[in-house]
C-alpha cells in the first residue's frame, strides 16, 4: 500500500499522507518474518531493534 506516489516533475510542491502511528510501531516491533507476511508497510532491516521509547 502507498500513501504517496511521486515521479518526476520540475514544479515545487508539498504532498501530504496520513499513516496511524501505532500501526507502524506495531509493524515495526515485529520480527522481520513475521513483517514479511504483513505488506502494510515496508519491511525494517533484518535485526532491527525499535527503540523502547518509541515502543
Do not use: H
Not at 22 to 49: A, G
Request: without cysteine.
Amino acid at each position: 500500500m502507498d500513501i504517496v506516489k511521486i515521479k518526476g516533475g520540475k514544479d515545487t510542491s508539498l504532498i501530504i499522507g496520513e499513516i496511524d502511528i501505532r500501526k507502524i510501531r506495531d509493524f515495526q516491533s515485529k520480527t522481520f518474518s513475521l513483517q514479511s507476511e504483513d505488506n502494510n508497510f515496508k519491511l525494517t532491516p533484518p535485526n532491527f531493534k525499535i527503540s523502547n521509547y518509541r515502543k
